[in-house]
């Protein structure tokens, strides 16, 4: 009998699911008609058109579970933690409403504004009752139904939920970064929040993506490895690009690669690359892209770099830089895979040794195509004269470099990689722990600090291009010579060590 009655309940749910959103039952057939009805001021961006046919979609899901992500300013809040949620009481105004902010201040803003928007147009037909309460709790005269705002860690003991709205569950770095808080919102989602939801309840998460570990990151998680409740993601980025990990994926918008998304606030393009510029590549990539990195590193830490302060070159009177003091010195070029504007990026980085420390002098990191590639080398191979060797890996749009250049642009030598990318990288990892690998000072390049941030984001970072081209340059400049003894080692140097030698470490 007991399975024979929750089968029931569950047919019910289905069935009133279907009945609700079959479109009958008030004029506004999505949140965005209804937030264009209710303020003039509303701007609907094909952004926000894909967010509405989400939230119809999960509403209309018994046990639906959906995670938005957009960039911040964009309108998703309101339009999630507002909007949607008026748009349901309207559908079924005995729905009781659960919103969840990373504080109880914002919570309460969002609370009141539901409130207020209810109040000023009585024509929606949904009154507030007499005794409705504070603008974190209240209900709506005659139902059942209402809203209740709370902070996250906030108890909701007692209070169930028939759809769950978490907005933006982490507020700033700070919070994300702090394992002990991140622990301490999973906590208030598996011990407070998911036991207090009502059968077929749905539950809708939007936020700016800070960390991989963040709620977003722990449910996608939990549904992968445990075979947990299945959760679907809209994850609408500033700009399109192609994940070189999962070339399959389509954006949403139907945007081309480089393509910026319509902002709600009417940001430019100009403006779009300005915030680029300015976030630096850790926060780009996370609040603006969705795709958050891992901080600190799984293959490379940030302060195991060193750094020089100093220019090691000299300028000439034509342009070229030429160094004094250096053992070799190559140029190492990771090309795209697409021969297409706005397409993957090429990386090129100018490296030189000195004994067994390698120095990063300069780098080329763009989106080019097969022409602009061939021209920055060209332009790159002009600047660093003295960088005779140049490895070119021979992949991707590499092989067509190769061809073009190597009559016009001496000592080019294809690179054919072994091994996956993690493999190239862990060999070379341990060549930046012991602290020798030098980059310049961000005050002499400022370009340094997108360096880093790909380098700690691999290898689940959205591009790993400067990975790949570091990889090929240390490999050749520092460990072919050290393990062919090219490097003169400790026991070679300090020859009073040489009874010692049982008891130096073997490379």
């Not at 009655?5 to 047919?11: E, N, P, V, Y």
């Not at 999630?80 to 902010?101: E, G, H, N, Q, Y």
């Not at 902070?151 to 028939?162: F, L, N, S």
């Not at 933006?168 to 700070?174: F, N």
Request: aromatic share 8%; hydrophobic share 40%.
């Amino acid at each position: 009998m007991p399975v024979h009655g929750a089968t029931l309940l569950m047919t019910s749910v289905w069935e009133r699911a279907a009945d609700l959103y079959e479109g009958k039952r008030h004029a506004y057939p999505t949140p965005g008609a209804l937030a264009a009805k209710l303020d003039r001021r509303t701007v609907q961006t094909p952004a926000l058109d894909e967010i509405d046919a989400f939230l119809a979609e999960i509403a209309a899901t018994p046990d639906g579970r959906g995670i938005i992500t957009m960039p911040p300013q964009e309108g998703k809040s309101t339009r999630v933690a507002k909007d949607f949620v008026i748009w349901k009481l309207l559908d079924d105004p005995d729905c009781r409403v659960v919103t969840a902010s990373y504080g109880q201040s914002l919570a309460n803003r969002n609370g009141r504004a539901i409130r207020n928007t209810l109040t000023a147009h009585p024509e929606l037909g949904l009154r507030l009752a007499p005794d409705a309460g504070a603008v974190h709790e209240w209900q709506l005269a005659g139902h059942d139904g209402g809203v209740l705002s709370v902070g996250i860690g906030a108890g909701v003991t007692g209070r169930p939920a028939d759809l769950l709205i978490i907005d933006d569950p982490i507020k700033d770095r700070k919070e994300a970064d702090s394992e002990t808080y991140r622990q301490s919102v999973w906590d208030w989602w598996t011990d407070s929040a998911a036991t207090r939801l009502a059968p077929g309840a749905p539950v809708v998460l939007i936020l700016t993506r800070w960390h991989q570990d963040d709620l977003a990151g722990r449910l996608l998680k939990a549904a992968e490895e445990e075979g947990a409740e299945q959760w679907r993601v809209l994850n609408i980025s500033a700009q399109w690009e192609i994940d070189e990990k999962h070339p399959e994926r389509v954006d949403p918008l139907g945007r081309e690669p480089g393509e910026y998304m319509q902002s709600a606030r009417r940001r430019t393009v100009r403006q779009w690359e300005v915030i680029k510029r300015r976030s630096g590549s850790r926060t780009w990539n996370a609040l603006y892209q969705g795709n958050p990195g891992t901080p600190g590193g799984s293959v490379f830490h940030r302060d195991w770099f060193r750094f020089y302060e100093q220019p090691l070159w000299f300028v000439r009177d034509d342009g070229s830089r030429v160094v004094v003091d250096y053992d070799d010195m190559l140029i190492s070029v990771d090309c795209a895979f697409k021969d297409l504007d706005d397409s993957d990026f090429v990386a090129m980085g100018v490296w030189m040794r000195r004994d067994a420390d390698a120095f990063l002098l300069d780098r080329v990191n763009k989106q080019l195509d097969f022409v602009a590639t061939c021209r920055e080398l060209v332009l790159l191979s002009a600047r660093w004269p003295q960088a005779v060797l140049k490895l070119v890996e021979d992949k991707a749009n590499g092989t067509a470099v190769i061809a073009s250049l190597r009559h016009r642009v001496p000592g080019i030598v294809p690179e054919e990689p072994h091994g996956s990318k993690e493999a190239r990288a862990a060999a070379i990892s341990p060549l930046v722990e012991s602290g020798n690998v030098y980059l310049p000072d961000p005050q002499l390049a400022p370009w340094v600090v997108d360096y880093l941030d790909q380098m700690e984001e691999f290898p689940t970072g959205a591009h790993d291009d400067e990975v790949d081209q570091t990889s090929q340059a240390l490999n050749r400049l520092v460990l072919q010579p050290l393990l062919a003894g090219g490097i003169v080692t400790a026991v070679e140097a300090l020859p009073e060590l040489a009874d010692h030698a049982s008891y130096m470490p073997r490379i």
